[in-house]
Nanobody, 122 residues
């Protein structure tokens, strides 16, 4: 079974920084892309950043220049470095793996983590 576990959320003042982590566990052979989303209560979940297996990244306009997505393949972990945080960045942040293959050849699609809460407030 493949699981994703996010960590690193918390309370930060406007202008501050946080780094979120999303660790994939299980007998993982490959992950094709990992995505960070965020959701505010009462609103739809929105895409924040994507990183492909080849390392290509893409960002939502509202985080460009402030957030950076990266990964450590050896640890099956993706990170989201968030700088210059704004109150409107307050949300629960989720990571998602599009496609995961494990050691016995089983594919998992659309694997989500449980989320980590980020609050930006003075």
């Amino acid at each position: 079974q493949v699981q994703l576990v996010e960590s690193g959320g918390g309370l930060v003042q406007p202008g501050g920084s946080l780094r979120l982590s999303c660790a994939a566990s299980g007998s993982i052979v490959s992950i094709n892309a990992m995505v960070w989303y965020r959701q505010v209560p009462g609103k739809q979940r929105e895409l924040v950043a994507v990183i492909t297996s080849g390392g290509t990244t893409n960002y939502a306009d509202f985080v460009k220049g402030r957030f950076t997505i990266s990964k450590d393949n050896a640890k099956n972990t993706v990170y989201l470095q968030m700088n210059s945080l704004k109150p409107e960045d307050t949300a629960v942040y989720y990571c998602r793996a599009d496609q995961v293959r494990d050691a016995v050849g089983t594919y998992y699609y659309g694997v989500w983590g449980q989320g980590t809460r980020v609050t930006v407030s003075s």
